[in-house]
């Protein structure tokens, strides 16, 4: 996917269309995006930061918006993350702590934070996205018994 703020740079007023360009939120009525907007700190990350750490406990999820990140779990291979992609869900999801390290990549990178409450709101209020989150929950699931290394 070609990077979501490649048309210009993200002012609050036109923070809600850049959310009706993800995957996770398509097909939301706009009223939806905005409400969603408000749970949302965009963040911009430097090269080679390191954004979540292995075994810290959860306390927000992660869109990626623009760049790259490298989920490295512990015991298993790492993958590479781009615009559209997030991460952080499932240590929120689980109460579990966080189950890799999420590194921005050589460039700076582009996230939208949602915090722990504001993740469980979004959560409640929209099923669309919850189902699209447990998919993707599951195939994470399936990728890491399949890759084990161990
Ligand atoms: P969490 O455990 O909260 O923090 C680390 C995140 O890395 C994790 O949530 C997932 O979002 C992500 N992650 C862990 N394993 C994989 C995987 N195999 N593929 C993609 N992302 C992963």
Redo the contacts with the bound molecule.
């Keep these: 996917m070609a990077a979501l703020t490649g048309t210009g740079s993200v002012s609050a007023n036109d923070w809600t269309n850049v959310l009706a360009e993800v995957p996770l939120f398509a097909g939301l009525p706009k009223r939806h995006l905005k409400a969603i907007a408000k749970l949302a700190r965009i963040q911009r990350v430097a090269a080679y930061s390191e954004i ?1 750490r292995a075994g810290d406990p ?1 306390d927000a999820f992660y869109l990626i918006l623009d760049g790259t990140v490298t ?1 490295r ?1 512990p015991r ?1 291979r790492a ?1 590479t ?1 781009g615009s559209g992609a997030y ?6 999801i689980t109460d579990a702590p ?3 390290t ?1 590194v921005a990549d050589g460039e700076e990178v582009l996230v939208a934070r949602i915090g722990s409450k504001g993740f469980a709101k979004l959560l409640e209020n929209e099923p669309k996205v919850s189902v699209r989150l447990l998919r993707t929950l599951a195939g ?1 699931l399936q ?2 018994e399949s890759s084990a290394s161990h």
Excluded: D, I, K
């Excluded at 991460?87 to 929120?92: Q, T």
């Design positions: 979540v959860g989920v779990p298993r993958v993350l991460f952080g869900e499932l240590a929120l966080r189950s890799a999420v994470r990728a890491s």
